[in-house]
């Protein structure tokens, strides 16, 4: 308004208008302060008298004007003086001074916090939310989900059956706005059982049909949060599921913004509950004035949708939109179809010639886009429509991305040996080898060794070549280390060259690009919000402690015990069916696979783990005196944040997944069971058991197994002495005498107020059980993880790492090494700091203890200021990365959609082999 | 929660006019909006969210305007975006027209109801109604009495005021419904609903409650009305003005409310049964390169042989660098629109059950252009008045006023296109 000028020189004369009785030239006065106030901070106080004046006038416009308008000015002088016109107009008798004061705490309590507490203005705002009035009830409601959000400890909004009765019924009358403070704070809530949750839901069912796109939103998130408390079963639950339906879709006739914001929210609900719009399918349809935005979401959600009933309709579409002209848009269509073929596996051959259909048209990019998808394809379903090789190679040489080219040449590298010419194919990628990218370069000369492996009488000259480009003429680590260790297979066994770089691959596995469960969970709980728009947590955007209390769904409470979200429930076998930490081979390579599938609860992603440090022991060189050294079990800490950004890659991203996905949904990391006594040294009672972290609270999870002949009752245990207090918070309760070979499941809550001790190893505990029988002793790791505490966290990059609450305080790229700062606290109160530097090319990661920062520490570990190993389970790695080479396959490419990107970048262990 | 600080920037990003909620952003972040929202569009990947730094921007436009709310936090953005589009329906209410000229005329009371819409980033009074009967255009002296806050503002009511007289009292319900149709080049339909809307422009005096009676399925099956006699209609998704009281709604599917004074729209519903597309078109788009283009289209009336359809436009897409236009209309006329690169063949009155034919010829460069171009569909618009698609019906609305007047309504029905799409090969 001032066009830009600074006028705060005016100040004085200013005020002097204050006291005007034209109330437009007010609000103007006061405008003008809110904006130079803060400039003027001395001056500011001549005008506190008016506004104590006016917080008195007769008429409550005035009242609600000037005490908004205080709360604006961001002058610490000025808020003493205000507080006793706040209290006044908190119990004015006009509810429109009332809902204005309302605000007007919030606003102060961003100014000073302390004083409002000392004010007792919380307690007032508390009452507010039984005032007879709606407007401020909602007013009241929404400062107070502020100031909590800033304060998560504070516990302000208390909620109660009670109070969250109050608000419902506010919600009836309140304002469009009003009804989303409310709701957006009900989702805050927790019912205490189903029945409770489901007559809330009965209750904000009808704000689905309001006219505000907002409102509909933050009800569908009440919803949808209440409803993983009810049981599937419930005839309410199915009810509610097809009410959810036509909302969401009117939501795509709003404005494109809107839409736009709920496509992003229905593409998470899609995922949670794909049955609430399995039907939908028509309206995600791409219209020609669609803004690109909406179409990109839109295309995403129909291949969610895709399903074997609607297939032909959805190809009929992808088709259509493949011909458009707008470049971005064609190529994800293109690759929609690929994504089809693989998810859909009865479509498969129709999305192949729908895709040679589209090579036929030549437009470059289109073909380009094609073949990446068509080698996805080739490695879904192997050996089955190598027929359109022919086709492909006819356009080889229009091919000018590097990820198109890369899965040219591994097609033909591939299937070498059906391709007579194979070898003059990539003798001519061979020619101006130091100019392709790293992805290429890297495929070309895998696919070199597999056509040799396969004609080796007429391809020596070929292989030759390559290896000695790979390996001398090249600076890429990567590239050399890979040249070097098939040079060695080759010369030394070729046999098992040819066993491990011609292993059957591995399937890939269908939809892969899903929201990892954990984090879809608490995105649920953010609908409508940045974060379900970004699709990313809070704490990854937003700054500082604030605001980020991380959110999850609520467990399951009355029907079943099982806190694994429906989906995940099929992936997830029962713990304790798996005796051993170490799986199989075929279950590990399986279980890398279906890494993005379900989070695996039982041993698979523990041996990730493993071979990620197997690699770090491997390779760690320098490192390497150290394992063994320590006893201390340093936390995951090659755990780090999955997104460092591109040059980690996304199969190493994947293997991270694992870390918050396994488990509950808590996103705490559960160790499977493992026999800690076993029935020959308990006269018949074998106990296995682990720990668990849920919630704040550790649990000893125990499976007692009666294998003697005679019942046995009066069980109870007890904790020797450790390093970290543990000791049971609750008697051990079975309630009936263990019959023979009948198992009971106990979970035995664990606090950390116990006597202290030093143990040897750091995490050891010693346990008591009794019986009726005999005193049993055993004695048992525990993993470290379950003492960190849930505010050990000092700043928010990562979510990952967070479900086993280890966090990220800093990330730093010093001289081109990617440094990573975490910190974690145990349940005593200390704090551990590591620090974690990644190297790209590097496959070892380093991680470092300061030990001056940590004098308490210091004297708890053994090796404090050493750099220590991150070594949960060191041993199993090895053998670990033997396996995997023998069956040549690297521990990458869970991933169809990204495995093209994590190509080149992907360098977890050089002795990573070809597909 | 919300916005912290709501923008209105000029076509080329300069702010004309902004307010600062929360003071939690600097003010002057709104100078990264611009050259983002540039930089994003050139890389084709502009959404309606834009980030720098710890900063979000949340935008929309309008005219020659951008309304750019910012955060910091984990925002709802559902309602700012809400929040927007109303700040949007109030200026256009009180200015008529919401432009760059009209803030740059009005910054008072643009700054006089940016502070009444929002505080502290929660959204108050939105309804411009109410908001004009304390925020008025002429400078207010501040006389004992006058211009105190209506208590419309905080009444559980907020959006009627009391103490309004009729001489005549009259309500006026429109029942549009909207047909949104996308059909393919094969000419199978992909997608055909009815989006239908209940308009009322009502004068009435005091408090009157209102209930309106429909002949909606739901409702026939729980009063077992739903005889043979009784046409009903399963209405999928119904949304409600906030006058409506919801949960009655969703007891019994009663409509009861107390209206808003004047215009307003009482509810809107979606139907996606399929019916007969009303208007349909067959078109060969014939393109000789480097000569000329030929078009045909044919247009059938496929509704009632009563009605009639108003204002029939139908625009056909034609390549960019065609030129010299000649056509032939069986009846109608029809227009070139070289901006819009399209044929625009307007019918005024088209009988249910005839078909009209329209066609076009186009000259086309020798040389041809680079680009290519895309397949715009076909579009239509077109009015039927004193008809519904899906067979809705205002059965009754009564009207009840503790002076006990009489009040007459008026029921109007139309039927027009809404997203009417058809491609082309």
Same mark, same amino acid.
């Given at each position: 308004m001032t066009v830009g000028k600074d006028v705060s020189a005016l100040f004085p004369d200013v005020v002097n208008c204050m006291q005007t009785d034209n109330l437009e030239l007010k609000k103007l006065v006061y405008l003008y302060l809110m904006n130079y106030a803060k400039s003027q901070p001395d001056m500011a106080i001549m005008a506190v008298n008016t506004f104590v004046k006016d917080c008195e006038d007769p008429n409550p416009l005035i009242r609600a004007l000037a005490v908004r308008t205080m709360g604006c000015i961001r002058v610490d002088k000025i808020t003493e003086y205000l507080c006793e016109p706040l209290r006044k107009c908190l119990k004015d008798e006009d509810p429109y001074v009332r809902k204005t004061a309302a605000v007007c705490v919030a606003k102060l309590h961003d100014i000073n916090a302390q004083l409002v507490e000392d004010q007792g203005f919380l307690d007032t705002l508390k009452d507010l939310i039984s005032d007879s009035n709606p407007m401020v009830v909602a007013n009241a409601v929404a400062a107070l989900s502020e100031i909590a959000e800033s304060h998560p400890s504070s516990n302000l909004l208390d909620l109660n059956p009670q109070s969250i009765n109050k608000l419902l019924t506010a919600l009836n009358e309140c304002t469009e706005w009003g009804q989303i403070f409310i709701l957006d704070c009900l989702a805050n809530y927790t019912p205490k059982d189903d029945r409770e949750a489901q007559s809330i839901c009965e209750r904000v069912t009808p704000r689905l049909s309001h006219a505000n796109s907002a409102v509909v939103l933050s009800a569908v998130k009440v919803l949808m949060k209440f409803m993983e408390m009810l049981s599937k079963d419930l005839d309410y639950y199915g009810t509610l599921l097809k009410k959810l339906a036509p909302p969401l879709v009117t939501l795509l006739s709003a404005e494109p913004e809107l839409q736009y914001v709920a496509l992003r929210n229905i593409n998470l609900i899609v995922q949670k509950r794909p049955e609430i719009l399995k039907h939908e399918m028509k309206v995600f349809f791409v219209k020609y004035n669609d803004p690109i935005y909406v179409k990109l979401e839109k295309l995403d959600i129909m291949i969610r949708l895709a399903s074997q009933a609607n297939i032909a309709q959805v190809l009929a579409e992808l088709k259509e939109y493949a011909t458009e002209v707008d470049v971005d848009f064609v190529r994800k269509a293109v690759r929609a179809i690929g994504r089809c073929a693989i998810k859909v596996e009865q479509s498969a051959e129709r999305c192949v010639s729908t895709l040679l259909d589209l090579i036929q048209t030549k437009v470059n990019y289109v073909v380009q886009e094609a073949i990446v998808v068509i080698k996805d394809i080739f490695r879904k379903y192997p050996n089955k429509y190598e027929s359109v090789i022919a086709t492909l190679c006819e356009n080889l040489d229009s091919l000018d991305e590097p990820e198109a080219r890369a899965a040219m040449i591994w097609i033909v590298g591939e299937y070498a040996e059906r391709i007579d010419n194979a070898d003059e194919l990539l003798e001519s990628f061979l020619e101006g080898f130091h100019d392709e990218s790293t992805q290429v370069q890297l495929q070309l000369l895998t696919a070199i060794v597999k056509l040799f492996l396969k004609k080796p009488t007429e391809t020596q000259e070929l292989v030759q070549q390559v290896l000695s480009l790979a390996t001398q003429d090249s600076d890429n680590p990567d590239l050399r280390d890979r040249g070097y260790i098939y040079w060695r297979l080759l010369s030394t066994d070729p046999v098992a060259a040819k066993e491990v770089v011609l292993a059957e691959k591995p399937l890939i596995s269908e939809e892969t690009d899903l929201i990892e469960p954990t984090l879809l969970d608490e995105l649920i709980c953010y609908i409508g919000t940045l974060a379900s728009v970004y699709h990313k947590p809070p704490s990854a955007f937003v700054e500082g402690g604030r605001g980020v209390v991380h959110k999850s769904l609520p467990p399951r409470t009355a029907s079943s015990e099982s806190t694994e979200s429906p989906e995940t429930a099929p992936a997830g076998a029962p713990s304790g069916e798996q005796p051993d930490v170490i799986p199989t081979q075929g279950d590990l390579l399986g279980d890398l696979l279906n890494l993005d599938l379900g989070p695996p609860v039982s041993g698979p992603p523990l041996a990730t783990t493993s071979v990620q440090m197997g690699a770090v022991d491997l390779l760690g060189g320098g490192l390497d005196s150290l394992i063994g050294g320590p006893n201390f079990v340093a936390p995951p800490a090659a755990a780090v944040p999955a997104n460092l950004g591109a040059s980690m890659g996304s199969g190493l991203s994947d293997l991270f997944d694992l870390t918050s996905g396994v488990g509950t949904l808590s996103g705490s990391y559960v160790v499977p069971k493992a026999v800690w006594l076993p029935a020959m040294k308990a006269k018949g009672l074998e106990i296995s058991g682990t720990f668990t972290r849920q919630v704040g609270s550790i649990s000893m999870d125990l499976q007692l197994t009666n294998k003697a002949l005679q019942v046995m009752t009066d069980f109870a245990i007890q904790f020797n002495r450790n390093s970290f207090g543990l000791a049971p918070a609750a008697p051990l309760q079975v309630h009936a005498p263990l019959s023979p070979n009948q198992t009971v499941e106990i979970s035995l809550p664990l606090n950390t107020v116990g006597s202290v001790m030093k143990m040897e190893p750091l995490n050891n505990l010693q346990v008591a059980v009794k019986n009726n029988i005999d005193v049993f002793y055993f004695s048992t790791l525990y993993p470290l993880? =379950?003492?960190?505490? &849930?505010?050990?966290?000092? &700043?928010?990059?990562?979510s990952r790492l967070q479900g086993s609450? =280890?966090?990220?305080?800093a990330k730093r790229n010093v001289e081109a090494q990617d440094m990573l700062y975490q910190s974690l606290k145990l349940t005593n109160g200390i704090w551990v700091l590591a620090e974690l530097r990644i190297q790209p090319g590097n496959p070892s990661f380093t991680v470092r203890l300061p030990a001056p920062a940590l004098p308490a520490l210091g004297c708890l570990l053994p090796c404090a200021g050493q750099p220590l190993l991150p070594s949960l389970l060191p041993r199993a790695g090895v053998s670990l990365m033997g396996a995997l080479a023998q069956l040549g396959w690297g521990p990458s490419e869970p991933d169809v959609n990204e495995h093209q990107n994590s190509e080149p970048s992907f360098q977890l262990s050089p002795i990573r082999l070809p597909r | 929660m919300s916005a912290s600080a709501v923008f209105i920037l000029d076509v080329k990003g300069k702010p004309l006019i902004s307010r600062n909620y929360k003071g939690d952003v600097a003010m002057s972040e709104i100078e990264h909006f611009m050259p983002l929202l540039m930089q994003r569009e050139e890389e084709g990947a502009l959404a309606p969210l834009l980030s720098h730094g710890q900063v979000h921007f949340l935008w929309i436009k309008h005219s020659n305007l951008y309304l750019v709310a910012t955060t910091l936090k984990n925002a709802n953005a559902s309602l700012v975006y809400s929040f927007l589009y109303k700040t949007v329906e109030v200026f256009s209410e009180y200015f008529k027209e919401l432009e760059e000229e009209s803030i740059r005329d009005n910054f008072v009371i643009v700054y006089e109801l940016l502070d009444e819409l929002m505080d502290f980033g929660f959204p108050q009074t939105t309804d411009s109604k109410i908001l004009q009967e304390y925020i008025t255009q002429q400078g207010n002296k501040l006389e004992t009495g006058k211009s105190r806050v209506p208590p419309t503002v905080t009444n559980a009511v907020s959006w009627r005021s009391e103490g309004i007289k009729y001489k005549k009292n009259e309500v006026f319900i429109d029942v549009i419904e909207s047909v949104n149709l996308l059909v393919n080049a094969n000419g199978s339909v992909l997608l055909s609903e009815i989006v239908g809307t209940i308009k009322l422009k009502v004068f009435l005096s005091g408090m009157p409650e209102l209930r309106l009676g429909l002949n909606d399925r739901v409702l026939f099956e729980l009063t077992g009305l739903s005889g043979s006699k009784n046409k009903s209609v399963e209405l999928e998704d119904v949304k409600f003005h906030q006058c409506v009281r919801l949960s009655r709604f969703d007891n019994d599917r009663t409509i009861s409310f107390i209206p808003p004074d004047g215009d307003f729209e009482l509810m809107s519903y979606r139907l996606s049964t399929q019916v007969k597309p009303l208007i349909w078109i067959e078109s060969v788009i014939e393109k000789f390169s480097h000569s000329r283009v030929e078009i045909m289209v044919k247009a059938k009336g496929q509704f009632k042989k009563q009605s009639v359809a108003n204002g029939v436009e139908i625009s056909v897409p034609v390549p960019s660098d065609a030129d010299s236009p000649r056509f032939k209309t069986s009846v109608g006329s029809a227009k070139y629109v070289p901006e819009k690169n399209v044929v625009i063949w307007s019918i005024k009155s088209f009988p249910g059950g005839k078909e009209y034919l329209m066609r076009a010829h186009f000259g086309l460069p020798s040389v041809e252009k680079e680009e290519v171009e895309g397949r715009p569909p076909i579009g239509v618009k077109f009015e039927i008045p004193y008809f519904t698609v899906s067979g809705i019906q205002v059965r009754y609305m009564k009207i009840i006023e503790k002076s006990g007047y009489q009040a007459l309504p008026w029921v109007r029905y139309i039927t027009q296109s809404g997203d009417y799409q058809l491609r082309t090969s």
């Open positions: 993880h =379950i003492l960190f505490v &849930e505010d050990g966290k000092m &700043e928010a990059v990562s609450n =280890i966090f990220t305080v | -």
